[in-house]
């Protein structure tokens, strides 16, 4: 994406379907010496009984760009949702680590026009870098999981999450809050490709729910 672009999706999964939507690779903002920033936006509605996996890549943002992204959840009584939502710290081997002007974004889960979750990251420069901001880590995820077919893996997820607790100085951090019909992670790891290890071995049990790897090709 370059100075001022805007994109917005529009998902409909209707009843008892399942989805996996991804992306091809990771996607770049590039730099913005104007300041306008880029922005994506994604509407999905997930109707009873149905299940929306939206796992893209991390989003990377070059040196002085900016970036918003809003994504909106509309869930039917007994929808899932499992929700991929990640970036890395730039073009880390040019030397831009967490050297964007502003990154933002903002997710909103809603059961029966009733919000369930409202979650924001915002990181503005400079100083990014800084060991008391991201200091050491190149990439941040978070991951929620939603709805009454993710329960188990939830719970499950959170139990052994809860009995490893963060060591001191490692290269990656997880931890797990519970939701009320589901769980939120948060990871910190040194690289990208650590952090997406983690999240795919904590949704390893997506390949029973869709009866494929949808990471096959991938990561």
């Known amino acids: 994406m370059v100075a001022g672009d ?24 590039y730099r913005n010496p104007n300041h306008r920033p880029c922005s994506h936006k994604v509407h999905a509605r997930i109707g009873p009984g149905a299940l929306l996996v ?26 899932s949702l499992i929700l991929v939502d990640w970036l890395s710290s730039g073009r880390a081997a040019r030397g831009e680590r967490w050297a964007f002007r ?14 369930v979750l ?8 400079p100083g990014l870098e800084n060991r008391f901001r991201t200091g050491r880590f190149n990439c941040l995820a978070t991951v929620v ?12 997820i959170l139990r052994k999450i809860q009995e490893n607790p963060v060591s001191p100085n490692s290269d990656l951090i997880i931890s797990a809050s519970p939701l009320q019909d589901g769980v939120i992670l948060r990871m910190a790891g040194i690289s990208v490709e650590q952090v997406a290890h983690a ?7 997506v390949r029973q729910l869709l009866s494929a790897d949808p990471w096959s090709r991938k990561w």
């Open 6 to 29: 805007e994109t917005r999706l529009d998902v409909q999964i209707d009843a008892s379907a399942r989805c996996f939507l991804g992306t091809q690779a990771s996607t770049k903002i």
């Open 54 to 79: 939206l796992a893209p890549d991390p989003i990377q943002c070059f040196a002085e760009s900016s970036y918003e992204q809003f994504q909106t959840f509309d869930l039917a009584q007994d929808a």
């Open 102 to 115: 502003r990154y933002l974004s903002k997710n909103q889960v809603r059961r029966a026009e009733k919000v």
């Open 118 to 125: 409202h979650d924001a990251l915002h990181l503005e420069g």
């Open 145 to 156: 999981l939603l709805g009454p077919e993710l329960s188990g893996f939830s719970a499950e």
């Open 199 to 205: 999240i795919r071995e904590q949704l390893s049990f």
